[in-house]
């Protein structure tokens, strides 16, 4: 699997991701500011997966239309340190689960998925 992170994921999570073997682009180190469209678009252009703490692309997809037939997981673990951000989005990404194709959300109890 290769990822995209928005920018609001935090670089000590991003390089967890890197160490534990994942394929990951950071949008703040390879295009700042980027819109969110722009990342879905460079997102769909590598065939990466989104992983974002931004409620706004579920908006993009569902409300705006703007399709991504590689997936998008969006963290909602507002309160976590940076550290235990890490530690809920690695065993995420190791819990075999499909994401290609999926819109997740991923909570501090669950994890719901939608077909995009």
């Known amino acids: 699997m290769k990822f995209l992170a928005d920018e609001n994921i935090?670089?000590?999570?991003?390089?967890l991701i890197s160490e534990h073997g994942y394929d990951i682009q950071w949008i703040k180190a390879i295009s700042p500011k980027s819109s969110d469209d722009r990342i879905l678009s460079l997102a769909e252009a590598d065939e990466r997966i989104i992983l974002t703490f931004d409620m706004h692309f579920g908006q993009l997809v569902y409300?705006?239309?703007l399709l991504t037939?590689?997936?998008i997981i969006y963290f909602r673990l507002n309160g976590l340190s940076p550290s235990m951000m890490a530690e809920a989005v690695i065993e995420t990404l190791n819990s075999k689960m499909i994401f290609s194709g999926y819109f997740t959300v991923v909570t501090k109890t669950r994890i719901r998925q939608t077909r995009l």
Do not use: T
């Open 10 to 15: 935090p670089r000590k999570v991003v390089d």
């Open 69 to 71: 037939k590689q997936g």
């Open 63 to 65: 409300e705006k239309k």
